[in-house]
């Protein structure tokens, strides 16, 4: 496992101690623990885009590149229908999310680091402000999270 991540510049979390960081930050700051949580998210998802920009890769490569990624990372498969790049809107489901499989503690349910990371990503991707909203969450049931995105205000 320490070659592959290696290759990959990258280290092991296990989603127990992610839930763990969660806990943690949940306990400090209650219900601030998200906001933290969703500042994060967005801000890396935004790094990953302006990283596959820089390969030089189209919007759609940029997508293609992006499901890839966080399939080979374990967070879940990605599946885009409707996009509307002019509009900066459109849905994606995913399936086996990797917070679904995170044992959170209280009331705390729902993909709000993918949704956010997501945010980050398209917002980049379109030069929109794009924000993600989580329709059906497979913490309730199911195996699939499906996910709407669409531009906020002006754009800026
Ligand atoms: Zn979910």
Not at 47 to 76: H, M, P, V
Not at 79 to 100: Q, Y
Not at 106 to 112: L, R, S, T, V
């Amino acid at each position: 496992m320490r070659g592959v991540l290696e290759q990959n510049g990258g280290f092991f979390i296990e989603f127990e101690m992610l839930a763990e960081m969660e806990n943690a930050l949940q306990q400090l700051f209650a219900s601030g623990a998200i906001v933290i949580i969703a500042a994060m998210a967005k801000s890396c998802g935004k790094k990953l885009c302006q990283k596959f920009r820089k390969y030089g890769f189209s919007a759609e490569e940029s997508i293609e590149k992006l499901c890839e990624t966080l399939d080979g990372w374990n967070w879940g498969e990605l599946n885009f229908s409707n996009i509307d790049a002019e509009l900066g809107m459109g849905k994606f489901s995913v399936r086996n999310s990797l917070e679904t499989r995170v044992r959170k503690v209280g009331n705390n349910f729902g993909c709000h680091f993918l949704s956010n990371f997501m945010a980050g990503f398209l917002s980049e991707l379109f030069s929109k402000n794009v924000t993600v909203k989580e329709r059906r969450c497979a913490s309730w049931e199911g195996r699939t999270c499906e996910f709407e995105f669409q531009m906020v205000g002006n754009g800026e």
